[in-house]
């Protein structure tokens, strides 16, 4: 009987699964999902331009908005996408951890509830900045937009340091991936939470650092996917 299922198995290299229990090719789908919301949400930062500090004057901030009203709205288009291709990773990265995990995936729970209400609130901060460069409006209403998305984008930072510890800490226990991948997601969380005194402050440091926890985020998040993709093959 057992000879009997490996054989059919063996002639259906679709029904064979990665090293982490997803089909090979949806592991492959995954990890092209993880590159594609790297690439988007980076093109989107880029396009918007270099933002006013956050604690510009309200004329400054006027002027960013009519000047780089294309940028921002196409900002929310790209980011919108990118944060799509990350939620389809994160079906792959949540049976990862739940593998892991032994089917009892409570930090993998974690990661994804605070993954999602992270991703959310970095969106509706993007709406929030598109919304302003819609169409002509006084400079008192584009600075009350310009510190909402900057309150929203701070806030962000709590939601994916959470999924940054919860779901190295489960790769780390593990030893599921190398040791340094761990390190670097640790890395960006701890950036992540200094960037979150943004709520409170609107120090320009703060946003700084909240820009330079999405980068190396990113870089852990090509990095995983990578790894996806290697378990493919």
Same mark, same amino acid.
């Given at each position: 009987?057992? @000879?009997?299922?490996?054989?059919? +198995?063996?002639?259906?290299?679709?029904?064979?699964?990665?090293?982490?229990?997803?089909?090979?090719?949806?592991?492959?789908?995954?990890?092209?999902?993880?590159?594609?919301?790297?690439?988007?949400?980076?093109?989107?930062?880029?396009?918007?331009?270099?933002?006013?500090?956050?604690?510009? /004057?309200?004329?400054?901030?006027?002027?960013?908005?009519? @000047?780089?009203? =294309?940028?921002?709205?196409?900002?929310?288009?790209?980011?919108? *996408?990118?944060?799509?291709?990350?939620?389809?990773?994160?079906?792959?990265?949540?049976?990862? *951890?739940?593998?892991?995990?032994?089917?009892?995936?409570?930090?993998?729970?974690?990661?994804?509830?605070?993954?999602? /209400?992270? $991703?959310?609130?970095?969106?509706?901060?993007?709406?929030?900045?598109?919304?302003?460069?819609?169409?002509?409006?006084?400079? @008192?209403?584009?600075?009350?937009?310009?510190?909402? $998305?900057?309150?929203?984008?701070? #806030? #962000? =930072?709590?939601?994916?340091?959470?999924?940054?510890?919860?779901?190295?800490?489960?790769?780390?226990?593990?030893?599921?991936?190398?040791?340094?991948?761990?390190?670097?997601?640790?890395?960006?969380?701890?950036?992540?939470?200094?960037?979150? *005194? =943004?709520? +409170?402050?609107?120090?320009?440091?703060?946003?700084?650092? #909240?820009? *330079?926890?999405?980068?190396?985020?990113?870089?852990?998040? +090509?990095?995983?996917?990578?790894?996806?993709?290697? $378990?493919?093959?």
């Amino acid at each position: 009987m057992t @000879d009997t299922i490996s054989t059919q +198995v063996t002639a259906r290299p679709e029904a064979r699964t990665g090293e982490r229990g997803l089909p090979h090719e949806g592991m492959r789908v995954a990890a092209v999902a993880g590159l594609a919301f790297v690439v988007l949400d980076v093109a989107g930062t880029l396009v918007a331009g270099a933002p006013p500090a956050a604690n510009a /004057s309200a004329a400054k901030v006027a002027t960013y908005i009519n @000047d780089h009203a =294309g940028g921002l709205r196409a900002q929310l288009l790209l980011g919108g *996408l990118g944060i799509a291709a990350l939620w389809w990773w994160l079906g792959a990265l949540w049976r990862m *951890l739940s593998t892991v995990e032994g089917e009892r995936p409570r930090l993998a729970l974690t990661a994804a509830v605070a993954l999602a /209400s992270g $991703s959310t609130l970095a969106f509706v901060s993007a709406v929030f900045m598109a919304t302003a460069a819609i169409r002509p409006i006084d400079v @008192d209403t584009a600075h009350l937009l310009f510190s909402l $998305s900057l309150v929203t984008i701070s #806030a #962000a =930072g709590f939601g994916i340091a959470v999924f940054l510890i919860a779901a190295c800490t489960v790769t780390v226990r593990a030893a599921s991936t190398p040791r340094w991948t761990g390190y670097l997601g640790y890395l960006a969380a701890a950036a992540f939470l200094v960037g979150t *005194l =943004g709520v +409170v402050s609107d120090a320009s440091v703060y946003p700084n650092v #909240a820009t *330079l926890a999405f980068f190396v985020w990113c870089v852990w998040t +090509v990095v995983m996917s990578v790894l996806m993709w290697r $378990s493919a093959d």
